[in-house]
């Protein structure tokens, strides 16, 4: 069995560029200095895990929650132009459809469907990224200091 991707969502109060958003969804190491700072000040969420058995060759067919979003927000990001993906009502509905459980999901650890759908509501109006690096020093809203690669702890 392979380790495990951890995934986490920011939301982001501030504009990004669109040449760093572009570098994100890349996976570039270019310099970001703007999507740094608000990763690093951001409130995130903490979708869940998954491992290589999670995956699907096809798109949107990933067999857990956090892989699905994660998917899912790298096309709402990517498609037409590079962009930090605005978190409205249509998002938000399109975003908890995406992480509720499917038939023929596979064990992996996932938060709960009503800890998502309060966060969203606390950030309409956002832009929203995925991270799977651990966060640091933000405030993390639906996990306690044992989560997986977490310091934070909830408020």
């Known amino acids: 069995m392979t380790d495990p991707h951890f995934l986490w969502l920011a939301a982001l109060p501030q504009a990004v560029p669109a040449?760093?958003?572009?570098?994100h969804w890349n996976l570039k190491d270019d310099p970001t200095?703007?999507?740094?700072?608000?990763?690093?000040?951001?409130?995130?969420?903490?979708?869940?895990?998954?491992t290589e058995?999670?995956?699907?060759?096809?798109?949107?067919?990933?067999?857990?929650?956090?892989?699905?979003?994660?998917?899912?927000?790298?096309?709402?990001?990517?498609i037409d132009e590079y962009h930090v993906p605005a978190l409205d009502d249509r998002l938000m509905a399109e975003l908890v459809s995406v992480?509720?459980?499917?038939?023929?999901?596979?064990?992996a650890e996932a938060a709960a469907p009503d800890e998502l759908r309060a966060f969203l509501v606390d950030h309409l109006g956002e832009g929203v990224l995925c991270q799977e690096e651990p966060?640091?020093?933000?405030?993390?809203?639906n996990r306690s200091s044992d989560t997986p690669g977490s310091q934070s702890a909830v408020t």
Do not use: I, M, N
């Open 19 to 23: 040449s760093e958003a572009r570098v």
């Open 33 to 50: 200095p703007v999507l740094d700072l608000a990763l690093r000040q951001a409130p995130v969420f903490y979708f869940g895990s998954w």
């Open 53 to 78: 058995q999670h995956e699907s060759d096809e798109p949107q067919r990933a067999r857990c929650p956090a892989l699905r979003v994660s998917d899912w927000l790298f096309f709402k990001g990517t």
């Open 99 to 107: 992480f509720e459980p499917r038939t023929g999901d596979l064990p």
């Open 135 to 141: 966060p640091t020093d933000q405030r993390l809203t």
